[in-house]
């Protein structure tokens, strides 16, 4: 009985915490507002089910609490039932599953017309490098890495030249252009994680890895580490900001290139 | 297909099975310590595996607490932190939930509800024990040797692990892989016991369909554990090769600090694969056995056939190989080539589908049923509660886009802790509060019990619940420092100061626990052989506690399944596995 | 991970194979009876099971190892090595342990005790051969100035032949055994059923090596992908 009325309370209190507490997702500044919908679908379907289930506990403990004199209900199983319960267990599976499939399709498939951006994460700071006036960005390797190239970019290579570099500062967009981001790491596993984009994916030292996504509001994001790279991990922070073109381009403009930093 | 004839008669013939050599125990050590009795075994088992959990709930703790309360204990630094996470991830999940689960529960039980004299190679089963306790020494050892235990989480993620900036790296990390090489060993010997003993000792009668839920769920999680952890055991032998031969299986190009290190080449996502390959298994290794056991107290303590055995049978062996083919959801952001997340998102999600039709079967036993709010059935509840919570939870993560903003929050650590920590937790102490009289002779006092369950139940469905919503914010896991978080509102670090109390208040709630186990081992009611009035063949032992060899002169014949409970026109509400078919019932079809 | 879900499917189809004969689709409340109709006596010895699923265990450890190298050896800097020559006549040795244990167990079938005797020894002398030759093996890499961290796929050659390696030193352990055994002229049976789990242990041994040359020297990789080139040449592929 006593625990019937628990099972009720911890339905209601959950469903309470979940509308009434002020702790949910950032407020979302990217083009991955699917990723939020899928959330929240996936929210509404496990909801009602977690309720039911619950729910229906509640209402068996209720109802079929021992008393004097009574029986269990003698009933091995009923296959219709069961074959009920599947289905109906898979069409909420489907429902869930397809809407992610498909903004996964987008997810993995960047842009033709995005712009590269590359981020190098090391021991415990982010760097960055936009390509230069020729639109690519140059090669680099972890045996480039020294203490007056620390970002291993490849001295041999023209198209690195104009590559510009930022190392330790702050990373600006343009609002509304599509962003590829291409991810390095020169020591061990980091992860570029920005909340407010919904995005991240790991950096691993000898391949580059990438996501992409549309900034579409300004502001100042902090950029989190999300995987564990060692005692700083933590305090692996750095900040990005989502600009007009115009100011974005001003910006741009005050970088120094790779070329200017190795002489 | 091998159909059971339905003629019913009165004398069976006494058991075919060939009589085993027990080999008997001379004196006291050989009976309480180097025993070869699988009984006294699952007891080593169980006691080192509380003993070790313990350490991982104090390390709980600490963690907690600088995570409620950030700069207020000082003597936690960064460095101890993560000692501190890795060192209470991998006792929970390996040294304590896989050992307690298959060493202990699986060696009391096998035997005895399959009608085995013991284990059919006790001399392996008894090193077993004594390898898996080497395997602790070595772990707690690493808490004092210079540099301290590993802080590389308990995945162990190449190349941060074996790297200068990571605790631990110079001895923690080695005892670690070497602890983990021995256990696997260890349990590989234990494991072997498990199955042969299924496939081979099981009394006359006994066919698998007669078996106990709990017996599936162990033998299945035996074997998915015999073939999922090689991988981990290749993992951390290649991870010491790299650390101490200077190899680079693991290790690509890298760069400390300015100077290049001599490795090249190798592959951390390799590692990955390899772990996770074994890990998520893992996660099923220890649900299995929780969903077989949970299985039977629901069905015992409502006095109900469980519902659908068919079904349950079918989907704890589905699950089980399905299983083998998710591994990657974990690595849906780890950079490994994006289009598997099609195919491990689907999967994933298939795997839901045989899990909830054992959370209906769960329900649909207690529906009809006559519940006995006993504290085995208090437990087994709330593990519904919190494995449905926690199973739905795993719906968000398993479907790879949600999963991209939530991989490596507290999203992901409210998760697990609701569906491998809190619900298996559960079922433990349910199966203890149920099997307790077995072992014993005795009842635990219920009181205790009583006040043991509510703290525990409510304190950690209060302590995770509220926590998938810190990481729903954006909280990294594994993050000594998050109150700083440029978005983290004031509020949350008052709700993780109140989980931080939470966790305070169930970890000492265990201390009743404790406290009951050891005062009712000489001071608990009289239990009698089966004071649940349970159908399975453990409580028909002719001794409580059973003695060596569990039957007495002659082994029991089964000629039932083991649900028979309330069946109409018999005489009690249930008929034990070993009684012959004097009552002939019509089930309904 | 195509080498480890390859062996898993074929342990899949064996243990479905097993379970379908089991009666899993009966309904086991319908049929209280009288036990005596489910004769459940075990055909084999529970060591022959356990070897079984033992053997099972090593074979998922090997087809990982194998699955690492594979994944491995796809990447952009994978250099070969040449397998040094001993590992020819090396195989040859653990070929005539296998058959020497073979011809053992046929020898004991007949309750040839003698002939046992011998061949286990026979047998013995050869896996030590093997594992000298091993050792010597490695002398040669290392001579050749192949270390163990000198190049990936030396570092996977020193790694598997090492695996390989242990559990043939755990082999020659029953072998002691069973010669004990025969020495000793402990009972036919016991004597029969140890010669015929080691006879099954080192025909394992024999083909887990046997899969790890054609690995390592590329034999495997170059099968498939011949394969591969037929399949999606004839357009299955
Ligand atoms: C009162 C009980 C427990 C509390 C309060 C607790 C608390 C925590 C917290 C706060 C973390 C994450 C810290 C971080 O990411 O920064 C953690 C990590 C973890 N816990 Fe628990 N835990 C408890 C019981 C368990 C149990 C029963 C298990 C068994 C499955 C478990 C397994 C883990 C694992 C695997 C990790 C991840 C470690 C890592 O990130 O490397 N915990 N625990
Ligand atoms: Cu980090
Ligand atoms: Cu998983």
Partial sequence: ?263 | MVDIPHEASESAPPAEIEEMELPHAHGWWSTYVFSQDAKVIAVQYAATALAIGAVALVLSWLIRMQLGFPGVFTFIDAERYYQFITMHGMIMVVYLLTALFLGGFGNYLIPLMVGARDMVFPYANMLSYWIYLLAVIVLVASFFVPGGPTGAGWTLYPPQAILSNTPGQQGGIVLMLVSLILFIAGFTMGGLNYTVTVLQARTRGMTLMRMPLTVWGIFVATIMALLAFPALFVAAVMMLFDKLLGTSFFMPTLVEFGEQMSYGGGSPILFQHLFWFFGHPEVYIVALPAFGIVSDLISTHARRNIFGYRMMVWAIVIIGALSFIVWAHHMYVSGMNPYFGFFFATTTLIIAVPTAIKVYNWVLTLWRGDIHFTPPMLFALAFIVTFVNGGLSGLFLGNVVVDVPLSDTMFVVAHFHMVMGVAPILVIFGAIYHWYPKVTGRMLDDTMAKFHFWVTFLGAYLIFFPMHYIGLMGAPRRYFESSDIMFMPESAIGLNAFISIMAFIVGFAQIVFVFNLLWSWKHGKDAGSNPWRATSLEWQTPQTPPGHGNWGKELPVVYRWAYDYSVPGAAEDFIPQNQPATVTHEAPA | MSAILVFLAVLALAAGWWLARQGLMVKPWLHADAAGAIAHAPRQPAAQIGLGVFLAVVGSLFALLISAYVLRAEMGDWQAVALPAIVWPNTLCLLIASLALEWARVGITQDDLARARTSVLVASAAALAFLAGQLFAWRLLAAGGYFVNSNPAVSFFYLMTAAHGLHVIGGMFALARTFERIWNGDKTQRIRLSVELAATYWLFMLFVWVILLLVLSGWAGEFLSICGQILSGSGIG
């Fill in chain 1, 1 to 263: 009985m006593f625990f019937a009325i628990v099972m009720v309370l911890i339905v209601v209190g959950s469903a309470a915490f979940h509308f009434l507490s002020p702790w949910w997702f950032t407020p979302l500044a990217s083009n991955w507002g699917y990723i939020d919908d899928t959330t929240v679908l996936t929210f509404a379907i496990t909801g009602v089910v977690f309720s039911a289930v619950v729910l229906f506990v509640a209402y068996c403990l209720w109802r079929f609490r021992h008393r004097e004199g009574q029986k269990a209900h003698y009933e091995p199983e009923n296959k219709r039932l069961e074959g009920w319960l599947t289905a109906l267990t898979a069409v909420g599976v489907i429902a869930m599953l397809t809407p992610g499939l498909f903004v996964w399709a987008t997810f993995v498939d960047v842009p033709d017309e995005a712009s590269s951006v590359e981020v190098i994460g090391q021991q415990w700071l982010w760097s960055y490098r936009l390509p230069g006036a020729d639109g690519t960005l140059g090669a680099a390797d972890n045996r480039l890495v020294g203490f007056d190239n620390t970002l291993g970019i490849s001295p041999e290579d023209p198209a690195g030249q104009d590559d510009l570099v930022i190392e330790g500062g702050e990373l600006l967009l343009p609002i509304d252009r599509p962003v590829r981001f291409l991810l390095r790491s020169v020591d061990v596993l980091h992860d570029f994680y920005v909340p407010e984009f919904r995005a991240k994916m790991d950096m691993i030292p000898g391949s580059v890895t990438y996501f992409w996504v549309t900034p579409t509001k300004t502001g100042t994001y902090e950029i989190l580490c999300a995987e564990l790279c060692g005692t700083g991990h933590s305090y692996m922070r750095g900040t990005v900001t989502v600009v007009t073109q115009e100011e974005y381009d001003e910006w741009l403009a005050g970088q120094m290139t790779f070329a200017d930093l190795s002489t």
